[in-house]
């Protein structure tokens, strides 16, 4: 005779296999690493200074158009 095999533990394992599989290309196609995201916002940072430092003139509060 055959081994004895539960239905359900077995529906659950392969439930399991396919969420995993999906998970995992989940992760291929829309995840980063914690590294790519600080060098993203590192970057994002840099760039923001670097334009602020070439501005020719800061606006002053009282150069600024005041709303009626």
């Given amino acids: 005779m055959g081994d004895v095999v539960n239905l359900n533990q ?6 399991r296999a396919a969420s995993a599989k999906k998970a995992g ?5 829309y995840g ?3 590294d790519e995201k600080t060098r993203q916002v590192t970057e994002f ?8 430092g070439k ?3 800061k606006p002053s ?3 600024a158009p005041k709303a009626r």
Avoid: I
């Fill in 10 to 15: 077995f529906r659950k394992q392969r439930a």
């Fill in 45 to 52: 940072d840099r760039v923001h200074r670097d334009l602020d």
């Fill in 32 to 34: 980063r690493t914690k």
């Fill in 25 to 29: 290309e989940n992760r291929a196609r």
């Fill in 61 to 63: 509060p009282e150069d």
């Fill in 55 to 57: 501005q020719l003139d």
